[in-house]
């Protein structure tokens, strides 16, 4: 498997549900999703708002993989039990409609940089104290009002919360991640 193979994809499968009969059927809905559509837990992490939100996760998650250079495998692995966890860990909040990467990016962010901090790259410490600080900032003064505008909705800060959370877990775990 090639990275820029798999980043292909995710970046063709998120285009795709963007289509609006499509993202209907992929949205996290909290709702439904106790209604018996399960897969919502998952694939609400691949639609989004409109252009400039899939874009910006998009960029995100590009960058995120030329910085770290993960295996694809790796990659997409964690890609999926990140988002998995936010996906399940959203019914702990009050959100009923969820869409968006955002979380799951936090998570892997915080995933290799703290790998990178832990395997003795100490430059690496900044970006992990980094994005915690993003996180806990958010938590305490609430999201950019400036993303909220760019993607015509509520940023779902609850979803960087729990996908920092995994990623950081996932790190610091002691089998082979």
């Known amino acids: 498997m090639n990275l820029y193979l798999i980043l292909a994809i995710i970046s063709c499968l998120s285009l795709t549900a963007q289509n609006e009969q499509l993202s209907q059927l992929l949205t996290w809905d909290r709702s439904l999703i106790i209604s018996g559509e399960w897969w919502r837990i998952l694939t609400g992490n691949i639609t989004h708002t409109n252009l400039s939100h899939f874009l910006m996760n998009m960029v995100a998650l590009w960058l995120i993989s030329l910085i770290f250079t993960p295996r694809p495998r790796k990659l997409l692995l964690l890609i999926i039990i990140i988002s998995l966890v936010i ?75 729990i996908g920092l959370i995994a990623g950081l877990a996932l790190a610091l775990n002691p089998f082979r991640t």
């Open 87 to 161: 996906g399940l860990g959203l019914f702990a909040s009050d959100i009923q409609r969820y869409v968006g990467l955002s979380g799951t990016l936090h998570g892997l962010f915080g995933y290799f940089a703290l790998k990178e901090a832990l395997s003795g790259k100490r430059s690496s410490w900044l970006l992990v104290i980094g994005v915690i600080g993003k996180v806990v900032g958010e938590q305490v003064f609430g999201a950019s009002a400036t993303s909220a505008a760019l993607i015509a909705a509520p940023v779902a800060i609850e979803a960087h919360l």
